[in-house]
């Protein structure tokens, strides 16, 4: 300590004394600069027994008890794993709390998940796996429940016309039900996958044809959706801007969102809206109304809580811990029923190919104690 | 299964008997999803022998023989090996029957692969390592063919004109013949690195000069070119679209490539064009023409297979495999000779920076039934 | 050698004799390319020892003795690190000879690095750790100079005006000064965390007070900028271009920071202009003003040696090694100081979640020769 207030005291005199070349003065202990110091035999080594230092309460945030699974991915690229790496996934899921697995969709254009008779015949491609098999079988071997996400045409993407999507769901629905739904423990709902947002035409009356078939044929399997909300960074993947100027605003929200939920609330069991497209300052005010509206339709109100970051030029990677923790713990606050993730597998997973999940995961069983 | 079932009687009989509420009871049995629900003692453990279940019959698709090397990257970030890493590289391709290695361009603008005294001249940049000699002693010891690929000045990727490429590449091929290609024994064709399409001016010209040449000074080795498809997605790699509207059709593609064909055929012995820039379903339609083309000039129809992913905003990383597959399924159906890939060292390689190429690299070999 | 000479021959024979058919015939000895040709029992393995032959002088460059801490970030992705990876990564840092870190800013609109009263008050949210604390421990535990980076109320990006910057820094500058700097030895100076270019409207005037208090308040301790270049690649993130056309001169360069650095220069101690934004042949001319202009104003001339790579489609991953080498050779050409990074932890430490930052490492122990 000495050595460096002397420093300091000779670098202040000068600095008072007068105000020519402080500076040169003030650097003059690291004259040195251009040579490298090196220390000779100093080997980095891991103190994997460090904690860090949390100055916040643990545990105050909602947890995470479902993902997504993103198989047929729209816009996060794939991870190519076989059987061994999803079964290992389960286990990382099912090791930090997770009990609720949803395929995000079963098809995606022409990319589907199982071989369906009737999309194949549609001219989808032949999958090299049958996905849906292979998470129904996991999901019964970990004691999982397993969502299935309805097929997406891609057409209300492009067009914002939902429509579409009811005439072939409603083969999907029934030849998933008879193929799988009915023999596997596993098979507990159904996610009705449309990616809406409150300008999306048709979104009522699919939502509901589909809500209801799969409820009819299922026996009342319980249905949710995870639409958006239009707020600031509600944004295109793969345009260059990161926020927009013409975001809702929280009254215009509740009124539409109220009108969507008067028209499907009979079907539709859960709406787990998708927490990444406000900022962190707005969490409470949508999360309230949200809320607010799920009790009053009688639905269950869950967080999409999305584990990947929108603010980056790098579309996506990995979420930073502290933005999770401040919506889960908005959700709390506010009173949701549960949080579910997009998603476990690329984002907060130990075996990622993104290595800053597995950091997440550690960040993350560190917050909520999980030993 | 019983409780399931009752579960669900329970909730059917709800909605049966009221719309009112349904959703309630549909989760009552999932009352406590605000709790995490962990299995004390529960470790997760990868079971590497679990097998992919394949439901698609293995092997056809014609294998990868061959691979870019993309030291001079255009667009690939680099992954900074040293030759430690490479020679490895070399053994990951040949283990999975990689036998050519392409160098995808002895230099791109200011930055070279060899110390070459004509374009140090010029102001290119010295390189700190001679990768020409590395790619070639490795070539030589893993007894793998290697191609040289031109120098690229830049200058057709801003204008659009190749005229500029034939100067720099007389001495190049030149130099490069005298001092590597004689003394090796891997040095066995060269790649004509211009990535043109159709509406490239001057392209004929220009590959008709640069092939000529490279057949004169060297007894006639082979050469080829890697030409895109102007298709749906050709698109720039910095810009914010992925798709364009003003694709080539089928027929103008042959027409088109007729006459570039006639015009390079008697110094070009094979042409690769890349098979990321068209859809999926597209394929067929264009490698027939393309194989027909190549038929009727006498050259040799290669597919440039490429393993990254071209429909995700972050560009590039690895493809997923049931997109490869579906690519070379289709080259094998139209009778291709040959499939190279760009590129094997970023997004397939164990060792990639980017981790979902090593899983690539499994799903590739679990399907052509590599051991 | 001999068998391949025949096949050549062959070729050759044909070429001279008839235009028809070259390619078949030069291609005879590929007749098998559809089939692979697999080596049984060929195990790939790495042979570690292999050391890269470099044909350039070793430690020509100026080599790194600092780089940034970028917890709170603008546009890099988050790593998720806990105190376990930050305490290797310093002994990472320090193997490498780098003795100066740098949190690049306390805090970035809302998100901080460290529980300030002052900020908290203003709506900041509540950091999970003290980062700051963190930070401060570690250079002590492994003697190392910390400079710590003001606030960035994140105005000035947006709106260009620097005046917002001034306000809050009176409070943290006290705050943190009181709370952390006279309590920790390796408290060594401040950054102004400004990231200007030439025309940031009231830049002068904001840097100048926000030095004086820096040095006010601490006796003296050095202050350093880090501006950018106004060059071709200054251009944003998070859009599609990567150059522009407006980049200004050298000359307008010298101009205009002779006025900067005339109103700052008795309270800023070095500028350490980022590297990147520049071409690698403007690297020299660039270079030598910003040394005149230091020498001038009595400054130190550092280097912000940028470690990730500008020129690629993903922003940002690693730098390529010989464009980093360029850069630092360039510093050391035209006398600068001292070598700083933006920054180590992402972009060149073994453990950074992109693996190509592993391989810099490797890579510039290798040039620097450091054991």
């Not at 050595?3 to 003059?28: C, Q, T, W, Y």
């Not at 009819?216 to 927009?244: H, R």
Request: glycine residues 8%; aromatic residues 14%.
């Amino acid at each position: 300590m000495d050595n460096r207030r002397d420093f300091m005291k000779k670098s202040a005199m000068v600095v008072a004394g007068a105000l020519a070349l402080p500076h040169i003065e003030g650097f003059a202990a690291e004259q040195k600069f251009r040579n490298l110091n090196l220390t000779p035999g100093f080997v980095p080594k891991k103190n994997a027994s460090l904690q860090s230092k949390l100055i916040v309460p643990q545990k105050a945030g909602l947890p995470i008890t479902g993902t997504f699974l993103d198989e047929i991915s729209h816009d996060i690229p794939h991870q190519n794993w076989g059987e061994a790496e999803w079964d290992l996934d389960f286990q990382y899921m099912k090791s930090v709390g997770i009990d609720t697995v949803i395929m995000i969709r079963s098809g995606y254009k022409k990319f589907i998940t199982y071989p369906s008779k009737y999309l194949l015949g549609k001219g989808c491609y032949m999958p090299s796996v049958d996905l849906l098999d292979m998470y129904l079988r996991l999901a019964d071997k970990y004691g999982m429940k397993f969502y299935f996400g309805l097929y997406d045409t891609g057409h209300y993407w492009e067009t914002g016309d939902m429509t579409y999507e009811i005439e072939d769901n409603k083969y999907v629905i029934d030849e998933v039900w008879q193929n799988y739904g009915a023999k596997h423990q596993s098979f507990q709902g159904w996610y009705i996958s449309g990616e809406i947002s409150r300008a999306t035409k048709g979104a009522i009356g699919a939502f509901h044809a589909m809500g209801k078939q799969c409820k009819d044929v299922s026996n009342g399997l319980p249905t949710f959706i995870s639409p958006w909300i239009d707020g600031k960074k509600a944004v295109a993947a793969s345009g260059a801007n990161l926020t927009k100027e013409n975001a809702v605003s929280v009254q215009q929200h509740e009124k539409e969102w109220d009108e969507i939920f008067a028209g499907i609330s009979d079907v539709v069991d859960a709406c787990a809206f998708q927490d990444g497209q406000i900022d962190y300052n707005e969490l409470d005010a949508f999360f309230t109304v949200n809320k607010k509206l799920a009790d009053k339709y009688h639905m269950q109100c869950w967080t999409n809580a999305e584990s990947f970051d929108r603010d980056m030029p790098i579309r996506f990677l990995p979420i930073k811990f502290d933005k999770l923790r401040l919506k889960l713990e908005a959700a709390k606050r506010c009173g949701y029923d549960k949080a579910i993730t997009f998603e476990f597998s690329h984002f907060m997973s130990p075996q990622s190919s993104y290595a800053q999940a597995g950091n997440l995961y550690n960040r993350y069983k560190e917050y909520f104690n999980i030993k």
